[in-house]
């Protein structure tokens, strides 16, 4: 599929309707999604009311989805992983490390690998915002030790610009 149009989102409601626009046929251009949720220059009065701050992520897939994850502010440290064997026995291999910063916008697919995303700053405060194409309600998490993996389902802080209600018995750790 060939990019017809470059686009640039000037704020977060243009992204998301842009979105909707790019989402709506049978096929989706992945640089294209990329490129455009780069264009959108991070604005905390579009994005406040919605963050939520957390330090890390566990190492999980994307159960079959395309994930694209925007830096919103500060940076955040993406680990990527190799799957682990069958038997998920024994230490995962790390494939690399990257910082990402303020406006870049990540893309990963089950094909890409596992990995898990961070904040190590302790002063400095880091949000993203993730888009995932199917959506997806449950993943698979990894022990980095044994690479075990176990199903959870997903808890997300927001969804279409709402609070989403969570039951506080459910493990707050991918939201």
Not at 34 to 44: C, F, G, H, T, V
Not at 55 to 68: G, L, P
Request: net charge negative; hydrophobic share 30%; proline share 3%.
């Amino acid at each position: 599929m060939e990019q017809t149009q470059v686009w640039k989102a000037r704020s977060l409601d243009e992204l998301v309707q842009i979105l909707h626009r790019l989402f709506a046929g049978d096929e989706v251009n992945v640089e294209e999604v990329q490129a455009l949720m780069e264009s959108y220059e991070s604005n905390p009065a579009d994005w406040a009311g919605f963050a939520q701050f957390d330090q890390f992520s566990s190492i999980h897939d994307h159960t079959d989805s395309h994930c694209f994850m925007k830096i919103l502010q500060g940076n955040l440290k993406e680990t990527l992983f190799e799957w682990p064997g069958k038997k998920g026995t024994g230490e995962m291999t790390k494939k690399s490390e990257r910082v990402l910063r303020e406006n870049q916008c990540a893309y990963i697919n089950d094909s890409i690998g596992l990995h898990r995303v961070e904040n190590t700053s302790h002063t400095e405060s880091a949000v993203s915002l993730h888009l995932y194409s199917p959506p997806f309600d449950s993943c698979n998490t990894f022990d980095q030790r044994t690479g075990h993996k176990h199903k959870v389902k997903m808890t997300f802080y927001s969804q279409f610009g709402e609070r989403t209600p969570y039951a506080t018995a459910v493990s707050q750790e991918n939201n």
